[in-house]
């Protein structure tokens, strides 16, 4: 196991990492990738008013003594207290303190029995946050030696005698709000990032809430694998239980503890890698002829697997030619419902204009004809192959004048009487 520390994770700068561990179990073990926080183990005290509290101290070896003397505390539902009727008057916090979190310490009439280290000390007793910052204050008597600066580990400020100092303490962390639900607030949950994978896609495994409300997700199999203790919020111990470890457990796994009322936000990593059981081997004595060795039930013999492995680019081609099979079929297709639907529509077109002609039979005996005034045509028909224009002016002078019936009798009567 390999322990280090990175910087938080830009997409979540809220979420510190507070260690990343490198894990190896054997394949078919259990893996336990542990998450421990004492501070996620809350207990709820009535006395709200006594749970947040300020208090300056001072360091001083001014009188020879080299002791730390309290100087003033506050408590956010009370006022401020100063302990050496000296100080009163002369150094004060600001009034609003917990609620712009500025804990600063004013010194008015800076004299030099001020001098010395001064510490600022933060608690939150229900949220288990204990911090402390040290400022050191020298006394000058020159006014070109006053400054400010950084010895390597605390800040040195160099006041002017007789002035007025102030002794920044500083937190704007979510750890001075007003209170909420104690089961809301809290949360731990679980995230795995496979191999390849990005961290913005990691794949959720387990919510738990304070409250004792649990989340699984993913497939049924994963979630009976991966598996929280249900006295994880009383104890403090979030750590996953990874059963039966196969070689698709490998990944990044990170737990997450989120406690918004107090501020707490951080992030453990893991890496897992899985690797084969170290399997005992057996020496064959190969001068005996015709003896199959006796079977050893202490050695773990794992399954006949064949793996067939296709290479990426001829599975590429296969679904690229699946995809332009498939689109000509669909055109084909198509093509063959468009030509049936042309030929139903001619055929039924058809037999509409049948249909529609021959709905009435027409009767002759209906229609009379007027016979009066008809002529009388020769009944041989009429050539219109005809040798010359002579002969077809007469033809068509004949068809236009009707030919005349001459009397021969009569006009031989009429001469004889003559």
């Known amino acids: 196991v390999y322990l280090y520390s990175v910087p938080a994770d830009a997409s979540n700068p809220a979420s510190v990492v507070v260690s990343v561990l490198n894990i190896s179990a054997t394949l078919g073990s259990q893996a336990v990738l542990p998450c421990k926080s004492y501070r996620m183990v809350w207990t709820q005290d009535r006395l709200n008013d006594r749970q947040r509290v300020v208090h300056w101290d001072v360091y001083s070896n001014y009188y020879g003594n080299n002791k730390m003397e309290r100087l003033c505390d506050m408590y956010s539902a009370g006022d401020q207290r100063v302990y050496s009727s000296y100080n009163r008057g002369r150094i004060f916090m600001p009034q609003n303190a917990f609620t712009d979190g500025n804990f600063s310490l004013v010194i008015k009439d800076v004299a030099e029995s001020d001098e010395g280290t001064y510490s600022c000390n933060l608690h939150h007793h229900y949220c288990h946050l204990y911090e402390t910052v040290k400022i050191q204050l020298t006394i000058t008597k020159k006014a070109e030696d006053a400054n400010q600066y950084w010895d390597g580990e605390k800040p040195v400020i160099v006041a002017l005698e007789g002035s007025t100092v102030m002794l920044p303490c500083v937190n704007h962390n979510h750890i001075w709000t007003e209170r909420h639900s104690e089961e809301e607030q809290q949360v731990v949950h679980w995230d795995r990032q496979p191999p390849g994978v990005p961290h913005d896609r990691a794949d959720r495994l387990i919510d738990l809430y304070a409250s004792g409300e649990r ?111 498939a689109t000509l079929l669909l055109f084909m297709v198509l093509l063959i419902i468009v030509v049936l639907i042309t030929r139903k529509r001619r055929q039924r077109g058809y037999e509409y204009n049948v249909k529609k002609y021959g709905e009435k039979d027409v009767n002759l005996k209906e229609f009379t004809v007027d016979t009066t005034d008809l002529s009388q045509y020769k009944s041989e028909d009429i050539r219109l192959d005809y040798k010359n224009n002579i002969l077809k002016e007469k033809a068509e002078q004949a068809r236009s004048f009707p030919a005349k019936n001459i009397d021969l009798d009569k006009d031989f009567r009429k001469e004889y009487c003559k």
Do not use: W
């Open 215 to 325: 989340r699984s997700y993913g497939p049924l199999f994963i979630r009976q694998k991966m598996n929280i203790t249900d006295t994880a919020f009383a104890l403090g111990d979030f750590s996953l239980r990874i059963s039966e470890l196969e070689s698709a457990d490998e990944g990044t796994y990170s737990c997450h503890l989120h406690h918004h009322y107090c501020g707490l936000h951080e992030r453990r990593i893991y890496q897992v890698f899985v690797t084969e059981p170290v399997r005992e081997k057996k020496v064959v004595n190969l001068t005996t002829h015709n003896i199959a060795p006796a079977i050893d039930p202490n050695v773990v013999r794992g399954h006949n697997v064949i793996n067939v492995i296709i290479p990426e680019s001829r599975v590429h081609f296969f679904q690229q030619m699946g995809y332009v099979l």
